[in-house]
């Protein structure tokens, strides 16, 4: 039995490599580091937003003759249409820019009315990075540059409205309904594993 053979059968050596190799599992599992590469993009339409086609062009018949009218025959006249009213569409309350935290973070923040009454935050043109357990949060807290930044959105009152679905593109986050929107001034691209902020955006009312 060589050397190596003697200190693998020691049973120290066995436990410092099971130890190691449960730390590597342990250290790719919470940090996720592929992920940094892998860039997932989701792009979602306004909700309740309606887009009417164009009308086509009406193309008359073609006839053989060209028709007439009796002269003793009234020429009908056309009874107007109604025209339908139309529900509210969606409506900006509030709204403002993506800075960057931890990670490179761009994109424009829209707080939304429906029609119906609801409420979601619309993010638009998002560019982040990717990384575990990213979180959509709406917070209370300060938006301030750089690493005083970081860490202040789970210091207050936050909501979790889900997973972050992609890390590039525009996607909408429904308000539950007993969540009030005005007691909220801001949104974060929160990563719950290690409670940091990737980007946020200060909600500016009336934009």
């Known amino acids: 039995m060589g050397r190596v053979g003697k200190l693998l059968g020691r049973p120290w050596v066995i436990g410092m490599l099971v130890v190691a190799v449960v730390g590597v599992g342990s250290g790719l599992y919470w940090f996720q580091p592929w992920k940094l590469w892998q860039d997932e993009r989701v792009d979602e339409a306004l909700p309740g937003l309606v887009v009417t086609p164009e009308p086509e062009a009406s193309v008359p018949p073609e006839t053989d003759a060209p028709s007439r009218t009796p002269a003793s025959t009234p020429t009908p006249t056309p009874t107007p249409t109604p025209t339908p009213t139309s529900e509210p569409g969606p409506r900006t309350v509030a709204g403002g820019e993506l ?65 972050l679905k992609g890390n590039k593109g525009s996607q909408n986050y429904t308000l539950p309904a007993d969540v009030d929107p005005a007691d909220f001034t801001s949104v974060s691209i929160w990563c719950d594993r290690f409670d940091v902020s990737f980007g946020a955006a200060e909600l500016a009312r009336g934009v």
């Not at 939304?112 to 409420?119: E, F, K, Q, T």
């Open 99 to 163: 800075i960057s935290h931890e990670h490179a973070t761009s994109g424009t923040v829209k707080l939304v009315r429906l029609a119906d009454g609801s409420h979601v935050v619309r993010l638009e043109n998002l560019d982040t990075s990717n990384g575990p357990d990213l979180r959509v949060w709406l917070t209370d807290a300060p938006v301030k540059e750089g690493r005083a930044g970081w860490h202040v959105f789970d210091d207050g009152a936050y909501v979790s409205l889900g997973k």
